[in-house]
C-alpha cells in the first residue's frame, strides 16, 4: 500500500469495513510522513428503536467517479497526504458504519478540514439514495439532507482558511 491510488482512494461496497484495520494499513503506507491522521466514522441509528435498516442505493460508476472527484478535490484545496473513502451500500444495521473518511497531513488542522470537506460532501451531494425499513416490517420514506446538512456543505463553496 505505497502508491497514490492507496493514500488517495474511495471504495463503495456491500460489506461491512474494519476501522481498525483500515486506520493501520493506511498509517504502514504513510511510513511516519504525516503528523495527523483523522478519522471519522457514520454509523447506521436505530432512530430510537423504529428503524431495522437502512438501505442504500447508488449508480455504480457513476458514484465512485464522483466521490473520487471530490476526494481529489479535497486534495487539492488541503496539504492531504491521503484521504480515504469508503461508503456501504445495500442493507446496513443499526450500529453498522455506513462511511468511513480517513485523511492524513502533516499538521491537524488541514486533517481535520479534509474530513469535514468530504463528509459535508458526503451527507448532502454524493449521489446514495437512503430508504428506511422499518422494525415493523413497512419499508419507510426516502431519506433526505437536512438544512443544517445543506448550510455545513455550502460553507465550502469558498476557498479554505
Do not use: N
Not at 56 to 82: C, N, S
Not at 114 to 129: C, E, H, I, N, Q
Request: with cysteine; proline share 4%; charged share 25%.
Amino acid at each position: 500500500m505505497s502508491s497514490r491510488e492507496s493514500l488517495v482512494s474511495t471504495a463503495i461496497r456491500a460489506e461491512p469495513f474494519d476501522v481498525a484495520a483500515e486506520i493501520a494499513a493506511l498509517e504502514r503506507a504513510l511510513s511516519g510522513r504525516a503528523g495527523a491522521v483523522v478519522t471519522f466514522t457514520g454509523l447506521c441509528r436505530d432512530e430510537e428503536g423504529r428503524l431495522a435498516a437502512l438501505e442504500l442505493e447508488h449508480y455504480p460508476g457513476m458514484a465512485e467517479a464522483e466521490i473520487g472527484r471530490v476526494v481529489d478535490e479535497a486534495v487539492a484545496r488541503w496539504p492531504l497526504q491521503a484521504a480515504r473513502v469508503i461508503h456501504r451500500h445495500g442493507l446496513v444495521r443499526p450500529g453498522e458504519g455506513i462511511v468511513l473518511v480517513l485523511t492524513a497531513s502533516a499538521h491537524r488542522r488541514a486533517a481535520f478540514e479534509g474530513a469535514s470537506f468530504l463528509m459535508d460532501y458526503l451527507k448532502t451531494r454524493a449521489p446514495f439514495w437512503k430508504r428506511e425499513h422499518l422494525v415493523d416490517g413497512s419499508t419507510g420514506g426516502w431519506v433526505e439532507a437536512t438544512q443544517a446538512d445543506d448550510a455545513a456543505a455550502q460553507a465550502w463553496s469558498g476557498d479554505p482558511a
